[in-house]
């Protein structure tokens, strides 16, 4: 049961954590206990994870106001729990289908926590793979070495995970890259973003020739982020 278990425990490390964030006083016996349910059946109250005396967090008057949190969980309840307390944004994988990523997006417009105000599409970063090439040759053998490029990056990347994660899920990350020409990124990111989303950009995937990484920055920032002045609001 401990796949299933471990996700619970999450919840309840979320709830301790933002309660003494917030300032609660409390103990181990004030949160959530953790519960396996068998719809229409039975259900299995599990023991607290965490034991701790009633206490709170010293210093109270630590400033909260710049403070952006963000759990790193696609797991719906998980998103729901943290909100109960605080606002709280998420996180995607390069991974993450598009449908998931606007998926998310509706619920946490319904259940983001009224004290942050209406929920933005930048409170869920999207991080994205780069693979850019923009050697001296023409655009379409530009696309072709940078294609390669991101296939065999994340084809090592599929091999050092087999077994650990849904390799359907891995297949996704081909299309959820960039790659190709500055101005074929361009492209692809006019037809795959939001023009209100916030990407976190990834040039060292698998990848730690330094110079290499730093070009593909330099590349980006230089080529392709001018021509997305007037379109995207998370660049």
Do not use: C
Not at 20 to 34: H, M, Q, T
Not at 44 to 60: A, N, R
């Amino acid at each position: 049961m401990w796949p299933l278990i471990k996700g619970k425990i999450f919840h309840q490390a979320s709830e301790i954590f933002l309660r003494f964030l917030r300032g609660d006083v409390f103990s181990s016996r004030d949160i959530k206990p953790i519960i396996i349910k068998r719809e229409d059946a039975s259900q299995v109250e599990i023991e607290s994870f965490w034991k701790f005396d009633k206490v709170g967090v010293i210093p109270l008057e630590a400033p909260l106001e710049s403070l952006r949190l963000i759990t790193g969980s696609h797991d719906p309840a998980a998103q729901i729990l943290a909100n109960e307390f605080m606002p709280v944004g998420t996180f995607n994988l390069s991974i993450t289908p598009s449908s998931e990523i606007e998926t998310t997006h509706e619920r946490m417009k319904k259940y983001f926590h009224k004290s942050g105000g209406p929920w933005k599409r930048s409170y869920m970063p999207r991080t994205v793979l780069v693979f850019v090439d923009a050697s001296g040759d023409s655009a379409e053998e530009q696309n072709q070495r940078a294609r390669e490029q991101g296939n065999k990056v994340l084809s090592n990347y599929w091999k050092a995970i087999e077994g650990t994660l849904d390799p359907k899920k891995i297949e996704n990350a081909v299309d959820n890259a960039l790659s190709g020409s500055p101005t074929q990124i361009v492209q692809q990111i006019r037809e795959r973003f939001h023009p209100d989303d916030r990407v976190m950009l990834w040039f060292d995937f698998n990848n730690h020739d330094n110079e290499a990484v730093k070009k593909s920055m330099s590349i980006f920032m230089k080529e392709v982020v001018p021509q997305l002045k007037n379109y995207s609001g998370g660049l």
